[in-house]
């Protein structure tokens, strides 16, 4: 079985990572496509090097455009890789512009596509990750969904009616997160390097476009994470993005503020923080993996079951409504009653299913 992966952005990065190697262990063929959406050193390279994704058989140096205008070169450029290489699937992962392009590319020319990471819904049309995701779920033939809900979804749009394969086969996030965690223990010094001890930091991360394209909604949130570290210091590594927004406006803030870090590094300091602020999607869930509260600074969340059961709380960018959040939380216990993402084994269900069922 031959499968061309198209990657392009951080988090695919870390998910192709554990699936890739999967894959290998089962014999399956896999291409690699790197579409350049993230290429600095600290967002890709080094991703590359420290978690062994095997190097991109082809990378298309698209990054720094508009949506339109990457999409369509993706998609364009993709088609020529997949024309020539044939293969039986073409694998997306998430809700990025790569994610839709691929997809799109291969089941224009009749290829079927696979999407991990299936099913998620924030019933927000304003990201231009809904729409990614939504539109590509629909066009995909095997649907691998990361949890219940995502399933459930699916289910409530009608899924059962089209010709797509559903698959809860778990969450490739926490096979990334604990397995690197255990790597990263005896290979990452960061904490020594920031001078940070266990419970002591809070870890945020800010890089979502409703935030950073919104100066009120940028400033709501710089606003708390300063009164904030004033209880306990706040550590920021920077998205580029968000970097160069409070560059243009001006904003400047006392937080402690590092570069993107590697994500050994990331895991270190996730799973040594007090709590996680952040508006990422895949941050929310690895303050679980590692027993962390998190406050998510947007107005709603994919990953609903942890805001239902008490680990996530959904704070927006509203200043009041974050530090109440945080002092909600700031003394209280960890306990975890849960287990939503399937236990760390969703690159070897994807890979086993696709060699028994395919
Ligand atoms: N991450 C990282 N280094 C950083 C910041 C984040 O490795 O400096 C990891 C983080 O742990 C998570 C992933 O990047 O696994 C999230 O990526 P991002 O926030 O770009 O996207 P999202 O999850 O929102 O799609």
């Known amino acids: 079985m031959k499968i061309v992966t198209i990657i392009g952005a951080r988090p695919q990065f870390i998910k192709a990572a554990v699936v890739s190697k ?62 020539k290489e044939k293969p039986d699937f073409v694998l997306v992962y998430g809700d990025t512009n790569s994610t839709l ?22 019933y927000n049309m304003q990201m231009p990750e ?39 086969s778990g969450d490739v996030m926490e096979d990334s997160a604990t397995f690197f965690n255990e790597v990263a223990k005896t290979r990452s010094n960061i904490l020594n390097q920031l001078g940070l001890k266990t419970n002591s930091y809070i870890l945020a991360t800010i890089h979502r476009a409703e935030n950073t394209d919104n100066p009120d909604k940028l ?44 994500y050994l590094d990331m895991t270190i300091l996730t799973s040594n923080a007090s709590m996680i602020l952040t508006d990422s999607g895949g941050l929310q869930k690895e303050a679980f993996f590692f027993n962390r509260f998190c406050i998510t600074l947007r107005e709603e969340t994919e990953w609903v079951e942890l805001v239902d059961n008490g680990y996530n709380f959904l704070a927006g960018s509203d200043t009041e409504k974050i530090i109440q959040a945080f002092q909600n939380i700031k003394n209280r216990e960890f306990i975890k009653k849960h287990n939503f993402y ?17």
């Not at 990378?59 to 088609?79: D, P, R, V, W, Y």
């Not at 033939?141 to 009608?158: H, K, M, R, Y």
């Not at 399937?342 to 395919?358: D, Q």
Request: proline share 4%; hydrophobic share 40%; net charge negative.
């Open 22 to 83: 999967a894959f290998k262990e089962h014999n399956i063929n896999e291409v690699l496509v790197h579409t350049g959406q993230h290429f600095d050193q600290n967002m890709s390279q080094i991703f590359f090097e420290e978690m062994g994704i095997p190097a991109p058989n082809y990378n298309l140096h698209i990054h720094g455009l508009s949506h339109g205008a990457m999409t369509g070169q993706m998609l364009e450029k993709t088609e020529e890789i997949l024309l």
């Open 101 to 122: 392009a691929g997809a799109l590319a291969a089941v224009k020319i009749h290829i079927p596509v696979i999407h991990i990471e299936a099913g998620l819904r924030s």
């Open 130 to 168: 809904e729409v990614n995701r939504i539109l590509t779920d629909r066009i995909s033939s095997i649907l691998f969904c990361p949890t219940d809900t995502a399933v459930a979804n699916l289910q409530s749009e009608g899924y059962d009616k089209i010709n797509a394969k559903i698959v809860n």
């Open 219 to 262: 400033l709501g949130i710089f606003n708390a994470l300063e009164k904030i570290n004033k209880d306990i210091p706040v550590i920021l590594p920077l998205h580029p993005r968000t970097a160069n927004i409070l560059k243009q406006k001006g904003i400047q803030t006392d937080i402690q503020i590092i570069e993107p870090v590697g």
């Open 342 to 358: 399937g236990g760390g084994k969703a690159s070897e269900n994807i890979a086993n299913y696709l060699v028994k069922n395919i």
